[in-house]
């Protein structure tokens, strides 16, 4: 495997590490870490993810970012348009996010000009109304968004994954049935009205938590990484 890092703004935190295969790349993974949108974690959580890809014939593009507890909710939107924009890859592009990266990495699916092949929320914070109602994450929402979600804000209801659809950009939608109830209810409630809202998704729901769905050993991820393969392959 080949690893280097690019740039994609002057901030420590605006770049990508790529890992590359020894071989040709099947497809591109770019990778959006969560934390609940929060400075102290870090694209560090998807290193493993990674290098599992690479291992497989998949180059990974682990994106850092500016975090809205910082650097607020407008510099961490346009950072992920900003890195999707910065990848460069002739191969299928499948964007990868996990908690509060699952919706991160659906926004930007949306908004993008050339959508990605695939987007894939793992155990995402992908209905910011209902995560914040109930107050995930100790807040997570009101914190990154800077105040309380509001549907009467153009800016949080484009935020929120849920309150967007149809997205019309094929998506994976995954939860592991031992993650926290609120999480794996919020995955099913989008998958089933993402569907009658005519997007095409395959949804992926198996035992593990929160953390086994981006552990590259578990079977919860391989089962993941399978609905993935078919996609790309298809």
Same mark, same amino acid.
């Given at each position: 495997?080949?690893?280097?890092?690019?740039?994609?703004?002057?901030?420590? /935190?605006?770049?990508?590490?790529?890992?590359?295969?020894?071989?040709?790349?099947?497809?591109?993974?770019?990778?959006?870490?969560?934390?609940?949108?929060?400075?102290?974690?870090?694209?560090?959580?998807?290193?493993?993810?990674?290098?599992?890809?690479?291992?497989?014939?998949?180059?990974?593009?682990?994106?850092?970012?500016?975090?809205?507890?910082?650097?607020?909710?407008?510099?961490?939107?346009?950072?992920?348009? /900003?890195?999707?924009?910065?990848?460069?890859?002739?191969?299928?592009?499948?964007?990868?996010?996990?908690?509060?990266?699952?919706?991160?990495?659906?926004?930007?699916?949306?908004?993008?000009?050339?959508?990605?092949?695939?987007?894939?929320?793992?155990?995402?914070?992908?209905?910011?109304?209902?995560?914040?109602?109930?107050?995930?994450?100790?807040?997570?929402?009101?914190?990154?968004?800077?105040?309380?979600?509001?549907?009467? /804000?153009?800016? /949080?209801?484009?935020?929120?994954?849920?309150?967007?659809?149809?997205?019309?950009?094929?998506?994976?939608?995954?939860?592991?049935?031992?993650?926290?109830?609120?999480?794996?209810?919020?995955?099913?409630?989008?998958?089933?009205?993402?569907?009658?809202?005519?997007?095409?998704?395959?949804?992926?729901?198996?035992?593990?938590?929160?953390?086994?769905?981006?552990?590259?050993?578990?079977?919860?991820?391989?089962?993941?990484?399978?609905?993935?393969?078919?996609?790309?392959?298809?």
């Amino acid at each position: 495997m080949a690893q280097d890092t690019i740039r994609y703004g002057s901030h420590p /935190d605006q770049y990508i590490d790529i890992t590359r295969p020894d071989g040709e790349s099947r497809w591109s993974a770019v990778l959006v870490h969560g934390g609940y949108w929060r400075s102290k974690y870090t694209a560090e959580l998807m290193e493993p993810m990674a290098d599992a890809l690479a291992a497989s014939g998949v180059t990974a593009w682990n994106v850092e970012y500016r975090r809205p507890d910082q650097h607020g909710w407008a510099a961490t939107t346009s950072d992920l348009a /900003d890195a999707l924009a910065a990848v460069g890859s002739e191969t299928p592009v499948v964007v990868i996010g996990h908690s509060a990266g699952g919706q991160l990495a659906l926004r930007v699916a949306a908004d993008a000009s050339s959508p990605p092949a695939l987007a894939v929320s793992l155990a995402g914070v992908i209905d910011l109304e209902k995560a914040h109602q109930l107050g995930l994450g100790d807040g997570a929402v009101e914190n990154a968004l800077g105040h309380p979600w509001s549907a009467d /804000d153009a800016d /949080d209801v484009a935020s929120s994954p849920r309150h967007r659809l149809p997205l019309r950009v094929p998506q994976v939608i995954a939860c592991g049935h031992d993650d926290d109830p609120h999480l794996l209810a919020i995955s099913r409630d989008y998958a089933r009205t993402a569907i009658e809202a005519g997007d095409d998704i395959d949804e992926v729901s198996a035992p593990g938590d929160h953390f086994d769905i981006i552990a590259p050993q578990h079977r919860l991820w391989a089962q993941v990484l399978a609905a993935v393969e078919h996609r790309v392959a298809s």
